[in-house]
Structure formats: C-alpha cells, structure tokens
C-alpha cells in the first residue's frame, strides 16, 4: 500500500493557520498565544487528515517559536502540558504519522562549534516536542547530512563524530536524507551500519544527484533495508520541479502525468510518500485519490464542491465539462484532474473573475447591509475591465461568508489559491 501526506501547512482550512514570532517580540505572552494558536492549528490539521484519510503529516518546526533559540527561556512542556496532552490524545485517535525537518541551519557537520551546539539544541527540542505529544519512533526528524565545505570525506567524519556524541534521545528520532547537491543517498546509506539511521530517500533530489551506479529503483530498495519494526515502514520524498525556477525548487502543484507515470514505477511496494510540494494538501489528496482503487464517487463531489468557483473563475469551459462528468455513475478521477490542472494553466482575465465574483457575491449579497452592497458593486463593476480589485473584492466576500454562516464558501478554494 502506498499512502500520502503533506508538509507542515494546509491551503484552505478553516482554523488551520500558524503564527510565528520574531526576536524582538518574544515576550511571554506573545509565546504562550503564538503556542497555542499552532498547537490548535495543529489538532485542526490532524483531525482533517482523519476525515481525508491522509496518514502522515510533516509539523512545522516553528510550532513552538524560537524554542530553541538561545536567548529565549520559555518552559514549554510546562506551560503548555495541558494543549500537549489533548494533542497527545488527538494523535493516538488519528493514526497519523507524524515527523519534522528542522531548517537549512540545523547542520551537524560544520566545522563551527557554536553552529554544531545550536544544531544539537534544535534536534532536542524537535525530539522533545515528538515526545511531549507521545508519538511512536516510527515519527522521525529527517535531516540532511549538512555541508561539504570543501572537503566531503572530511565533513562526513565530522558528521560521524557528531552522531555519536548526541544524546540517544535524539539520535533515536533522526532519518537522514540524501540531497540535490552535495550528499547521495548512497552517502547516506554509508552511516546506516554505524548508527542504523533509517534513510530517507528522495526522489527529486536523487534525480538531480543521483550515484555514479543504480537506478532509481535499486536505490530506494537500498534505502528500504534501513527500515524496521521499530522505525516503521519505508518512508520517501517526492517532488517536482517548479517550472522556471532553479534546479531543485519544489513546484507550485504535483502534475498529474508525471506523477502517474512515477507511481506505477512503485509496483505493489508499501511506501510513505511525503510530498513536498507549495499546495500541500491539495496535492495529496489530488496524489491519494489518483490511485485509490475503486475511489468512492463522493471523493470527486467534495473536491469539485471546493475547487468549482476557482474552476469557473479560470476556465468556465472547464466548469461545464466538470459538471457533466460528475452526472456520471463513474466519473474518472484522471479526467477530473485533467480539468483541474488546465484551470491551474488559466491566465485571470478580467471578464471572467467578474462572472465567478459575481456568482460567488450572490450567496452573501442579500444579507449584506446597503452602504456595503453598494461598494461591492462599484468594485464589481470595475472588475470588468481590471483585476485590481479582486483581492479586495475575494477579502470581502470571505469575511462576509464567515459572518453569514456560510461554511460551503468559506471551504471554497476560491478565496486561498
């Protein structure tokens, strides 16, 4: 079996939004609201993997701000233990597999002390955080083997001797990753017999890095060995590359075709797919629905009730031909996707976004007072000609669909993406 997941924040869900602090205004206050509004967020997420049947999830690092950070004292276990234990609770009940990836500055190989010791203290609090809310050791801290700063066998004995000196706690939490520039997954791989860190093998990076020797196949088999009862199943990256970008930038939505063709790849392997990837949970249940045998009709309904109004914004053609697809006893979930990813291809064009407002403003418009009413109009109206309204326009419609209970709107796809 082959389950998907998503990184750290979810597009479009209600009550699902994380804050962050800066330095300069961390005071105990501001951590201990920021703490809590991630952790709630947090069980916002997990309950909507639940309800999507999505099995891993990646928390972000910053759920806790700053928590490692040096200048900070902020007893976090303590003050927080009671959102910890009903976190704790949430996550027996979902099922999910949980992991983090600290940042590009959590390096255990640099030959700077101090950077190694703050490395070393946000592995602990990532380790600390996965405890406090009780997860099992198949819940990992990926890490990327660092930097070669100019010396590759140099740094990986650095990386060795860092690795033995942690604190079993944390080395018992890590999984090690392969990267697009420096460190193979046959570098990876290197450290298993030593310290029996499960590897995680990336696929996008492996393309862009791959050994002198193998297939993609062969190396993630390799990195299955690293797997036990005690780490969990295989688990891997996925991702593509963002069009115009630099080589190795994620891209905006995981491309169907692209996807179907890696996937069947994979055979009847059981895998852990995390997708890394800018529209995060859209792009695993899009992934999770394309190879769901026999998928539930209702699957298909519920997207289009979240995707319609971005559709008909984009593409009314589109709209149409979804539509009469799902009037159908088995729609295909390719032929959905098909439509969707044209729409994602879809320049705004003035005429078209006022079709979609307008259709949108109607479900509010008749509860909205007259002073207001008569702006929307006016803004409406100019949408005609120019989309510089539009943002204005989709804050007002959301904000007065949360007050009118219009909680069909409020999921729509059409005020996030």
Request: hydrophobic share 40%.
């Amino acid at each position: 079996m082959i389950r998907y997941g998503f990184a750290c924040k979810t597009i479009g869900l209600p009550g699902a939004v994380q804050t962050s602090l800066t330095l300069a205004r961390t005071s105990h206050d501001n951590l201990m609201t920021a703490s809590r509004t991630n952790l709630l967020a947090l069980k916002a997420m997990l309950r909507y993997c639940q309800q999507q049947s999505l099995s891993l999830m990646r928390i972000s690092s910053d759920t806790i701000p700053l928590a490692s950070h040096e200048a900070v004292h902020f007893d976090w276990q303590a003050e927080l233990k009671p959102e910890l234990a009903e976190l704790a609770d949430l996550v027996r009940q979902s099922g999910v597999r949980l992991s983090m990836h600290p940042g590009q500055y959590t390096v255990l190989n640099s030959p700077h002390s101090d950077v190694v010791r703050r490395a070393v203290a946000d592995l602990a609090f990532h380790a600390e955080f996965l405890d406090a809310i009780q997860t099992g050791l198949d819940s990992r801290i990926v890490l990327h083997l660092g930097g070669g700063y100019g010396d590759k066998k140099a740094s990986l004995e650095r990386l060795r001797a860092s690795l033995a000196a942690l604190p079993s706690f944390i080395r018992q939490r890590l999984a090690l990753e392969n990267d697009e520039r420096i460190y193979t997954v046959e570098d990876a791989l290197s450290l298993y017999g030593e310290f029996e860190l499960p590897v995680i093998f990336d696929v996008f990076h492996h393309e862009l890095n791959p050994p002198d020797h193998g297939d993609m196949l062969y190396w993630l088999d390799q990195a299955k060995l690293t797997w036990n009862t005690r780490s969990g199943g295989q688990k891997i990256h996925y991702s593509q590359q963002l069009a115009d970008g630099r080589p190795g930038m994620h891209s905006q939505t995981i491309s169907m075709k692209p996807f179907m063709q890696f996937h069947a790849l994979l055979g009847a392997r059981d895998l852990d797919v995390m997708l890394e990837v800018k529209d995060k949970n859209l792009s695993a249940i899009k992934c999770a629905n394309l190879t769901w045998p026999d998928l539930p009709r209702r699957n298909l309904t519920e997207e289009w009730a979240r995707y319609k109004y971005y559709v008909l914004e984009r593409s009314p053609q589109g709209y149409a031909a979804i539509r009469q697809m799902l009037k159908s006893d088995s729609p295909s979930a390719e032929e959905f996707y098909a439509i969707i990813e044209n729409a994602y291809a879809c320049d705004l064009e003035p005429g078209k976004a006022k079709n979609a407002a307008e259709h949108v403003w109607g479900y509010v418009s008749k509860a909205t007072p007259p002073k207001e009413a008569a702006r929307m109009h006016k803004d409406l109206e100019e949408l005609g000609s120019s989309l510089a309204p539009l943002a204005r326009i989709k804050r007002r419609i959301l904000s007065l669909a949360e007050a009118q209970g219009h909680d069909y709107l409020v999921n729509s796809l059409y005020f996030y993406l």
